[in-house]
């Protein structure tokens, strides 16, 4: 999926954003990182407000998110000011090509005679249809709309009450979108001259075009209409993990404690509906070398104590509260695969090439549908080398086996190098799986560039200079000094 911002921050407007199943964000401190999440969030929610402490002075600026290949959803943000800061919503319901060209336009006129001004480029359309390859449309249709150069109409609105129920500025893109999908595609082609068939294939090829990039919902009412409509208008679904969010250790006998609630009651995390236990066992076996290293004394039903390879939780450091909090965390991720890794009950003890094997040629035979992103702040801090490793090799497989995109804010060496060994290792690794996005600072700043792994475990390009040139540097210095000492 590749992101675009114009106007936004800091950003150079030629910079292109490219998410992968697994995304790193690399780059000194104030270069941007942080700005970015807050313009997915601003994607997702459709509205920027000033507790974002994005410096954007008084420009507007836009979005484009790439919804299908070649085609973007393109939003864009209108500053609206008031007395305490501002706030920046979401004014467009438009999709464009990658030459930020219009293919579907649809626009609200406010007053008495409200109506909604839609146009649709259907060559343009078209041409986007055969340069990507795909081929989601029949001969029926496609014959229909070769009819067109482009489709122009006022449409007026029937039932207001049922497509703008809420006129706060961020609700009303949304509203836009629903009665687009709804009645807006219907009366755009007059479909009263099609037979139903017709009609359900032409709502069903925009459904897979234009549709928001999550939670879509197909209903059957009873007399076998299809209905569709957007449970969540967010186009990006955003869930982060921050250091400041995790438990620490003195806090764990809390009862609203993420690991009470969660690792300490075995009876309470038994479904496989919300945890997929083989992926929690094998990693708890990786990490701490047993698939149930926790243990809990009771004593008088009301007091406990915790304990990890019988060592009291409360006596260890917060990288193992963190780590026990990843492993649980990330479980009920799989889980949501559905059969993904249940079926894994026989590979849990091969060797760790074996393993990812075996999991990339399961990611190949099925189909992923990712619909939210998981951010990650800086998963290195209070780990030790080797557990950064081995959270490096959890997270691939993650990005291999569940329905989410994972952005990992990053100043590890050791978890970018890991992952370029199990690349290298596992040749069947898709060559879209890992992006990471180098961000510059300094002469550099605004500037993002993309970097991938090779199958052979190199970077497509070298880093911006502040990461793995730094650590080259201080050996090649010491050299020097110990030279110098010699002589």
Not at 64 to 79: H, I
Not at 94 to 104: E, G, H, P, R
Not at 210 to 217: A, E, L, R
Not at 290 to 300: A, G, H, M
Request: charged share 25%; with cysteine; aromatic share 14%.
């Amino acid at each position: 999926m590749k992101i675009k911002f114009k106007n936004f921050a800091l950003f150079d407007d030629s910079n292109t954003f490219e998410l992968s199943p697994l995304t790193f964000l690399i780059g000194g401190n104030n270069c941007g990182k942080s700005t970015f999440i807050k313009g997915l969030e601003a994607i997702g929610n459709g509205v920027l407000d000033d507790s974002s402490k994005i410096k954007m002075g008084k420009k507007d600026f836009t979005s484009l998110t790439e919804v299908f290949k070649g085609l973007y959803r393109k939003q864009s943000f209108e500053r609206s000011s008031y007395e305490e800061g501002y706030t920046y919503y979401e004014r467009s319901f438009n999709f464009v090509n990658s030459q930020d060209k219009d293919i579907l336009k649809v626009s609200y006129f406010e007053g008495e005679k409200a109506k909604e001004n839609v146009v649709f480029y259907v060559n343009r359309f078209l041409e986007l249809l055969d340069e990507s390859g795909y081929k989601i449309i029949d001969e029926e249709v496609s014959i229909f709309l070769k009819g067109y150069s482009e489709i122009k109409k006022n449409i007026k609105i029937k039932d207001d009450s049922q497509t703008r129920d809420v006129f706060e500025p961020n609700h009303e893109i949304a509203n836009l979108e629903r009665w687009f999908f709804e009645v807006g595609v219907l009366q755009l082609f007059e479909f009263e001259c099609f037979e139903e068939h017709f009609k359900n294939k032409i709502i069903n090829l925009f459904i897979e075009c234009f549709k928001p990039f999550t939670f879509w919902s197909v209903i059957k009412s009873e007399n076998n209409e299809i209905r569709y409509w957007n449970n969540s208008r967010k186009l990006l679904n955003i869930d982060s993990i921050k250091n400041s969010d995790l438990s620490e250790p003195k806090d764990i006998y809390n009862y609203n404690d993420f690991i009470i609630k969660n690792l300490t009651f075995p009876s309470y995390i038994t479904s496989d509906n919300v945890y997929d236990t083989e992926f929690r066992d094998f990693w708890m076996k990786r990490f701490f070398g047993n698939e149930n290293p926790l243990s809990i004394e009771k004593f008088k039903d009301i007091f406990f104590e915790v304990k990890l390879n019988n060592r009291l939780l409360t006596e260890q450091g917060s990288g193992i509260t963190k780590i026990l909090q990843y492993i649980l965390y990330f479980s009920t991720l799989t889980s949501e695969v559905g059969h993904g890794f249940s079926i894994l009950s026989q590979n849990l003890y091969k060797s760790e090439n074996e393993r990812q094997e075996f999991l990339l040629n399961f990611r190949k035979s099925e189909s992923i549908n990712r619909k939210n992103i998981i951010y990650i702040e800086e998963p290195e801090v209070n780990l030790h080398p080797n557990f950064q490793i081995i959270l490096a090799e959890m997270i691939f497989e993650l990005s291999i086996n569940s329905l989410y995109y994972f952005v990992i804010e990053t100043h590890s060496e050791y978890i970018i190098r890991k992952l370029q060994l199990l690349i290298a290792k596992n040749k069947n690794t898709p060559t879209d799986l890992i992006s990471i996005l180098n961000f510059g600072s300094d002469t550099n700043l605004g500037k993002v560039k993309t970097i991938h792994i090779d199958r052979n475990g190199s970077l497509s390009e070298s880093f911006y200079p502040g990461f793995f040139d730094l650590s080259q540097d201080l050996q090649y210095q010491l050299m020097l000094a110990n030279r110098s000492i010699q002589n």
